[in-house]
């Protein structure tokens, strides 16, 4: 199974890439495939790239679909914006 995740932008850096965080976990991401992403963005991140960019809300309603389905599991939850 796949599984891409909202992750918010910390830092932009250089060579298109950027420093994204969710949960307390931080990872350098590829921005290539995404134009005009900005510190605080939120993206969908998968397999070490952005593949798109979305609002805080948009975020924010797939990371308590996460939860959800993590309580419903047993395995604890992400948190987000």
């Known amino acids: 199974m796949c599984l891409a995740v909202p992750m918010r932008v910390e ?3 250089a060579d298109d890439l950027a420093v994204v965080e969710i949960g307390g976990v931080r990872k350098t ?18 397999v070490g790239f952005a593949l798109t960019r979305l609002n805080a809300d948009e975020a924010r309603k797939t990371l308590d679909l996460f939860a959800e389905i993590a309580q419903v599991a047993g395995t604890g939850s992400l948190e987000g914006p």
């Open 29 to 46: 991401v590829s921005l290539a495939l995404v134009d005009g992403v900005a510190e605080g963005d939120y993206v969908i991140v998968h």
């Open 11 to 13: 830092r932009v850096l």
